[in-house]
C-alpha cells in the first residue's frame, strides 16, 4: 500500500489538499483527530500525561484541559519535549493500528496527514511526502483568521515551527498553496499520476 505522508507548518493549507485528496476516494488518517480521540477518557494517553504533569492539567469532569496543559509546556522546553514524546508515541502506535487494517482491506493508497510527520517519525512509515508550503504572510493572514488570534501570537507559532528549506529538503513533492484552492488541483492530480495512484 503506498502510504502518503502531508504535511507542512501551520497556516499553509494542508487541510485543503487533504480535502482534495479524500475527493479522489483516498482513506485520510488525520493524526491530530487520532490524536484528540485517544484523549477521551478513559484513555491511557490521558492517564500517562497525568503521571507526568499532575492533575492540574485536567478539567473537573476529568478531560484534558488544553489551556492549562499548553501553559506548562509552552514556556518550558523540556516540558514540552516530554508532551511531545507521549503524544506521538500513542498517536503513532493508533495509526499503524489504522494503517494495517487498511492493508488488509488491499487498499491501493491511503494519506497520513499530521503536522508533526517528522517530529513523530511518521515519515518511517511513509511511502511518499508531500509538503505543502506558502509565504510567510499568507500564512499569517489564514492563521489570525481561523484561529482568532492576535499578529504577534500567529507570527510566535509560525517562528517555532520548521523552516521552508526543511520541508523542501526532506519532501517528495512540494505543493506551493499561494493562490486559490483551484490552483492547488493541477498539482494534486500530477502528483497522483507519478505515484501510480491515478492511471493516465
Known sequence: MLVIGLTGPSGAGKSTVAERLAAYGLPIINADEVYHQL???????????????????????????????????????????????IA???????????????????????????????????????SVIISVLADTKLRLERIVERDGLDADTAYRRIAAQKKDEFFRSHSDYIIENNGSAEALYPQIHRILLETGVLTP
Open 39 to 85: 484523549l477521551i477518557p478513559p484513555s491511557k494517553c490521558l492517564n500517562e500525561l497525568v503521571d507526568s504533569f499532575g492533575t492540574s492539567i485536567l478539567s473537573p469532569n476529568g478531560t484534558l484541559n488544553r489551556r492549562a496543559l499548553g501553559e506548562i509546556v509552552f514556556s518550558h522546553p523540556a516540558a514540552l519535549d516530554r508532551l511531545n514524546a
Open 88 to 126: 506521538h508515541k500513542h498517536v503513532m502506535e493508533e495509526i499503524r493500528n489504522q494503517l494495517e487494517l487498511l492493508r488488509r482491506k488491499n487498499t491501493r493508497a491511503a494519506v497520513l496527514d499530521a503536522p508533526q510527520l517528522f517530529e513523530a517519525g511518521a515519515n518511517r512509515d511513509c
